[in-house]
């Protein structure tokens, strides 16, 4: 969501035996393992999110990153390992390797929920949880009834900042909190993915294909592009997504200038105005605002 992209500088490591030559320090060792494995380098990055001018990523180690300064103030991680994280309004929130959920930014609506979770989602002021089991549980800001989820069992979820949704354990979609827009009545059929935004929310059906209901306002927030997807990522009134090939696409009320940087990424993050995108290589690339230092990520 910024006029300008940055990219996230690789460190080169000259080897001065064997003529080994140039390497970079995020450089994968090949230990003969998979495919994946071999690029899972400790300093590099698996997973970005964003939110309200930050953006946090996760490391292969676990550890997390926050950049930006958020409405109020920067976002300073806990302490520990993580598997998993997810930003929205001025508050991120993650997945422990004990399984319990951890936030921080603001946290006005209270903590989350205890217990044992494999997923988290933070909405604009509350945050919603996959248990092991399948079920979910949320906490913070109820007005519209977006904390308090429905029964059954769910594989994935996405909190936006008046409803969430989830897709349940047969691929179809469930929405509760806010339907002022019609974010809250899903589009029939199977869903792979699912992310909610402010007044709307986006799918990746078990075809690729991205479908999208709630406000459009002209701009067409609700109007997704043509292609196959794997996931994707939205805020405020804009949604970008990972395309099978690797390639990032966004849509919406966009106000920067400039798109994603070329390449291939294996995750993408959308904050309020500017997104952020972890290449194939580890790096994090980052576009659209940066008025405070959301799209300037880390170097390791």
């Known amino acids: 969501m910024r006029p300008r992209s940055v990219g996230f500088g690789l460190a080169l490591l000259v080897a001065a035996m064997g003529g080994c030559g140039t390497r970079s320090v995020l450089d994968p060792i090949d230990d003969g393992g998979s495919d994946a494995s071999r690029h899972r380098h400790p300093l590099a990055f698996k997973q970005v999110t964003a939110g309200n001018h930050f953006s946090c990523a996760l490391r292969y180690d676990g550890r997390v990153s926050c950049w930006g300064r958020g409405l109020y103030g920067p976002l300073v991680p806990p302490p520990g390992k993580f598997i998993q994280i997810d930003g929205g309004g001025s508050q991120a929130c993650g997945v422990t390797t004990d399984g319990t959920v951890s936030c921080w930014g603001r946290q006005d609506d209270g903590p989350p929920a205890a217990g044992s979770f494999r997923e988290v989602s933070a909405g604009g002021a509350h945050g919603c949880g996959i248990r092991h089991g399948g079920t979910v549980a949320c906490w913070g ?160």
Request: with cysteine; charged share 10%; glycine share 18%.
């Open 141 to 300: 800001w109820n007005a519209y009834g977006q904390a308090s989820p429905p029964g059954g069992t769910f594989r994935q979820l996405s909190a936006g900042r008046y409803q969430t949704c989830g897709v349940r354990t047969n691929g179809a979609v469930a929405c509760w909190g806010q339907n002022m827009f019609g974010q809250g009545t899903p589009a029939t059929g199977t869903f792979r993915s699912i992310t909610a935004g402010q007044h709307h929310v986006c799918g990746v059906r078990s075809s690729g294909a991205v479908v999208c209901w709630g406000w459009d306002s002209g701009a067409g927030v609700s109007t997704p592009p043509g292609g196959s997807f794997t996931s994707l990522s939205t805020d405020y009134k804009h949604t970008c997504g990972l395309k099978s090939d690797g390639t990032v696409a966004c849509w919406g009320a966009i106000f920067y200038t400039n798109g994603p940087p070329a390449g291939r990424y294996t995750s993408v993050g959308v904050g309020l105005d500017h997104a952020c995108g972890v290449r194939s290589d580890g790096t994090v690339a980052c576009w659209g605002e940066n008025t405070k230092g959301e799209a300037t990520p880390p170097t390791p």
